[in-house]
């Protein structure tokens, strides 16, 4: 398995202003994902993030709003920016182990984002 | 669209009995189900995972059951604990090349009564 930490874990921010969020795995890897939970809503992929690549974009969601680094094989970040209080949501990192047999991604703890 | 819905937002049980979860989904290209449990303030962690080819897939008293005529799968924990109480997400996946995006339900937030 993979252990993943994220940065901030929770945060209240102002409308219109904007939020990097770190995710660090404890061992290289290829994949990661971005997902956002809504209230009361499943988990969404919002992006993949391959190191050394451009992330790939879910429908619904574009770069300019929520842009993504990778710059090395343990570390990406999340910047949601120009906040409105429709981004209230957990923001939540994965990634995938080579070789998992059912692809399963491992989740980092979340980062609760509440913009007023 | 859901894709993948999760009709039981709740569900109690008393410590000892049988949990049962179910899911269903509408997108006939998912080849893998994978279950969640997610605590407060903590990831979804992997639970458990059936392919399409297999109708029931057992891990200790974890036990998913995949109905694809139906298009259903359930989640099944005997004898259930306290400590299992979590909310619970059903995910597919679509089978072939590069595609590792996982679609999720809601979740059901199961309750085990000591």
């Known amino acids: 398995s993979a252990v993943i930490s994220q940065k901030p874990s929770r945060d209240i921010c102002q409308r219109g202003t904007s939020l990097t969020i770190q995710c660090q795995v404890d061992?290289?890897?290829?994949?990661m994902f971005w997902y956002r939970q809504q209230p009361g809503q499943s988990l969404t992929l919002i992006a993949t993030?391959?190191?050394?690549?451009?992330?790939?974009?879910e429908s619904g969601f574009v770069i300019d709003k929520f842009p993504i680094s990778r710059p090395n094989l343990t570390f990406s970040t999340l910047t949601v920016s120009n906040m409105s209080p429709e981004d209230s949501s957990i923001y939540l990192c994965s990634t995938k182990l080579a070789g998992g047999e059912f692809n399963e991604q491992f989740f980092g703890p979340g980062t609760r984002l509440t913009v007023l | 669209d859901q894709q993948v819905k999760q009709n039981s937002p709740s569900l109690s049980v008393q410590e000892g009995r049988i949990s049962i979860l179910n899911c269903d989904y509408t997108n006939s290209m998912f080849d893998y189900f994978l279950w969640y449990k997610k605590y407060p303030a903590e990831g979804p962690t992997f639970l458990i995972s059936?392919?399409?080819?297999?109708d029931k897939n057992e891990d200790g008293r974890f036990t998913v059951f995949l109905n694809k005529s139906a298009k259903h799968l359930s989640l099944h924990i005997v004898p259930s604990q306290p400590g299992d109480s979590a909310v619970y997400f059903c995910?597919?996946?679509?089978?072939?090349?590069?595609?590792?995006?996982?679609?999720f339900g809601k979740g059901t937030l199961l309750t085990v009564n000591p």
């Open positions: 995910a597919a996946r679509k089978s072939g090349g590069s595609n590792y995006k996982l679609t």
């Open positions: 993030a391959n190191q050394g690549s451009e992330a790939t974009y």
């Open positions: 059936i392919s399409s080819i297999k």
């Open positions: 061992s290289q890897v290829t994949m």
